[in-house]
């Protein structure tokens, strides 16, 4: 498939929101010990009640290193379909295309430089290379022609589309010094307008509290729909996550988006405090250059990191009071929507979660 040198701006092609219709997903399977505890036995567990969960709505594709093809394909059943796609790490979100749509169905891929959230100056691990050529494979297998962005490094995460114009995203991000410290917020926004189509970017300030990927806006922010905003929120003043979550809801009340309408935004309050286990930590190989996991230290746990499916919301269950919660606020934002929760501990611990570890393609 052709790499591309014009801009899917001028080539008629935008993002489409998660919340429109899909032709499948990809997930990549998780292994790396110095990651995922105990070999990623436990986070398989879970990646597999996830890639389940998302095979009642969608063909769901899960890529795998050829050393757990076996493995992978032995835990997932037959509606799951499993393809080998060599990776370092299991965030498809943030290494895979994102795909963009013309008005006559046809897809491309935008294929950003992945640098692992920050490269050499605050990456969570060393090499990343084989995540930076997954989006190029994705696009081969879905036979779409390719947008690569070799001096631009941005991961799918970071940035939330209503697919009419309008983008969020967090200055904790975008704006850190491991990703494109080169370009000033305005060129940053051009390099965005032309890539996704937009009009509008509406900047947050920080993303969730203790966020290891310098606060993306999936685990504190997301479109439902046009016009309509759900946000990451706690009524607790004395915890940190509170002036952020406050200070992103001013923004949101405050803005417009694309279309000159005001945002209705929609509180989803975050569980308790999940702080990491004696037992989780020495699960945890101890690699130089690779996040520690230390016992005791705060998880950046949010049920806003949830994955919209064709009919239904897969989103994570932290075993909190707020579980319910969230699934009542969920079915109240996506009546039409089956919601599924998956308990997702396993995937918090690896630094993320649901949404993170999914990636749309938008139907043809
Ligand atoms: O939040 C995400 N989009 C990815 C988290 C990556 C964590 C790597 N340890």
Redesign the pocket.
Known sequence: MKILDSTPKKDGYRMPGEFEEHSGAYMLWPQRPD?WRNGGKPAQQTFAKVAEAISKFEHITVGVNDDQYANARNMLSDDVEVIEISND?S?I??CGATFVKNDQGDLRAVDWTFNA?GGLVDG?YFPWDKDDRVAQKMAELEGTDRYRLDDFVL?G?SIHVDGEGTLITTEECLLSEGRNPQLSREQIEEVLKEHLNLEKIIWLKKGIYL???NG?V??IANFVKPGVVALAWTDDENDPQYKISKENLEILENATDAKGRKLKVVKMYVPKPILITKAESEGVDAVDGT?PRTEGERLAASYINYYTANGGIVFPLFNDPMDEKAKATLKELYPDREIIGVPAREILL????I??ITQQVPKK
């Open positions: 990651n790490d965030w979100r943030d959230w969570l991961e995460g966020d290891e990927t993306h999936d685990n996040l690896g630094g993320g979660n949404h993170c």
